[in-house]
């Protein structure tokens, strides 16, 4: 009687939670009068995702082109609604023009719990303003070039490696060895440690980087749409031990830093003046400009930023440019117009330095061609923050409304980049860029909330190609299916299976 009375009060309770959310939760795109996509209880419109049959950058690609006349579509992530925006005025609208209604990500947040949640990335409101100003001093010209030397010394380093490798392998997956290089940039440019993952491919530091973006799609749907549950329950997002392990190796640089009196020109002497001094000079021998209000940052604030350094530079960087390699082994034509460029450009300056990378505008267009075809970050999250009737709509958007933007689906649109699966470096010619929405293109993001870090990005990429085509010739091998399988059980625009590339030395 008892097993029965269980099962009796089980099936209860789950009609009485379908009822509720179809006839209760489920109802709110409808009560707005906004066209929707039916929901499937309890997980509303992203069943493909969860199971891993679709990555979150192609389940909303596939919205945006189904329905992107609708210009925003209402779905549901669990039993949160979302609207998806699929109008370029208002994209524009959602990341600069009411950027005050829509200026958070809703994305999990815990600073005690969590503390490396606690980075630019992620930080609300009047937090990430305060702390966008500080760091942004970072990332000027001035700084990029100061840690060019890192970028150019780990792709050296790069190549040396490659060439070892071709001597016993037949093929090789590009993707492991970028994540090598990434590594080993970052962890050299944010903490001054030579991770030395090129020659020691089992290091903790690569396993540790590898281990920041290994989520079920399940649990990161719950930390990006639905933060308040796994807050409730105390569940962080970062993995204890991987957290515990880039806190220690922050605490451990900086201890033999300011015990040494040890200066480089690297991201963390940036974070050791703003925990020092509250601000970051703009120059080499300026004076750091300290109000009376400059609050310091603490050492678990700068860990987190660090952090934040590493997620923006190893995962994203190493698949751009592993796309950018996989179309340059196809295009043949393509590979041997940028080799030719290089080339030039070398006997120009005489070397790779920051200024002959600058002058390298074919390479330019051929990395802002591959983040097009392949943005490493798919989607863009935003949340209402303050009450808002959607502008050149009927739509209100109350406060807490989740937003999404497929940067995958814009940057596939027939209609803004004709025939969108051709890889064509042609359209970030000057005149085709001006002739195209302006957000039309967002692989960092658009808006105040730009990644900080672009530059940094396109450089640590353009640094790492240039010394493999100074070296080598690449060439498809078989093993690689043409065109890629997106990895559905990947939060990022990865390539299922990687990309094996046959590597000849010239």
Not at 17 to 28: E, G, I, P
Not at 143 to 156: D, I
Not at 290 to 297: D, E, G, P, Q, R
Not at 381 to 395: E, G, Y
């Amino acid at each position: 009687m008892f097993l029965i009375g269980l099962i009796t009060a089980l099936v209860v309770a789950l009609c009485f939670l379908y009822s509720y959310f179809k006839f209760v939760v489920f109802t709110f795109w409808r009560k707005k009068g906004v066209f929707y996509i039916d929901p499937v209880v309890p997980i509303g419109n992203v069943t493909s995702f969860i199971i891993g049959k679709l990555s979150v950058g192609e389940l909303f690609h596939d919205i945006y082109l189904k329905y992107k006349n609708h210009r925003a579509i209402g779905t549901y992530i669990f039993f949160k609604p979302n609207l998806v925006i699929a109008d370029l005025e208002l994209v524009r609208i959602v990341l600069t023009k009411e950027f005050g209604s829509f200026h958070d990500r809703g994305f999990y947040i815990n600073e005690k719990g969590d503390p490396l949640s606690g980075n630019l990335f992620l930080l609300p409101g009047t937090k990430w303003r305060n702390l966008r100003v500080k760091l942004t001093p970072t990332f000027t010209s001035g700084n990029l070039k100061q840690m060019f030397g890192v970028l150019k010394e780990c792709s050296e380093e790069l190549a040396t490696s490659l060439k070892t490798i071709t001597k016993t392998e037949e093929c090789i997956d590009i993707r492991e060895i970028f994540a090598r290089y990434t590594t080993d940039v970052i962890m050299s440019a944010a903490f001054g440690i030579k991770s030395n993952c090129m020659t020691t491919p089992d290091s903790e530091f690569l396993y540790q980087g590898k281990k920041l973006f290994e989520y079920h799609n399940f649990w990161f749907a719950l930390f990006a749409f639905v933060p308040q549950v796994p807050k409730f329950f105390a569940i962080p997002f970062i993995d204890r031990n991987t957290s515990n392990f880039f806190i220690q190796v922050f605490q451990d640089t900086l201890q033999y830093r300011q015990t040494h009196n040890v200066v480089r020109h690297d991201f963390m002497n940036l974070l050791i003046q703003l925990m020092e001094k509250g601000c970051v000079a703009p120059k080499e021998g300026d004076i750091c400009d300290v109000s009376s209000n400059t609050s310091k940052m603490s050492i678990l604030e700068a860990a987190a930023q660090a952090y934040s350094f590493i997620i923006g530079g190893f995962e994203t960087a190493s698949t751009a440019a592993t796309f950018c390699l996989y179309e340059l082994a196809i295009n043949q034509d393509v590979q041997n117009k940028l080799r030719q460029e290089i080339d030039e450009v070398l006997k120009k300056h005489g070397e790779v330095t920051y200024n002959a990378v600058n002058d390298m505008t074919y390479l330019h267009k051929v990395v802002s061609e591959t983040l097009r075809k392949y943005p490493p970050v798919p989607i863009l999250n935003r949340v209402c923050t303050k009450a808002i009737n959607f502008p050149t709509t009927d739509i209100h958007i109350p406060e807490g409304t989740l937003m999404s933007i497929s940067v995958f689906g814009i940057h596939r649109d027939p209609a803004i980049y004709p025939n969108p699966d051709k890889f064509d470096p042609e359209r970030f010619n000057k005149d085709q860029i001006a002739a195209r929405h302006p957000y039309a293109y967002l692989p960092f993001g658009g808006g105040p909330r730009v990644c900080i870090g672009q530059r940094f990005g396109y450089m640590q990429t353009k640094v790492g190609v240039i010394n493999i085509l100074l070296n080598f010739k690449l060439k498809l091998h078989p093993k690689t299916s043409v065109p890629l399988i997106i990895d559905g059980a990947s939060v990022l625009c990865t390539p299922k299976g990687g990309v094996h590339l046959i590597i000849e030395p010239l």
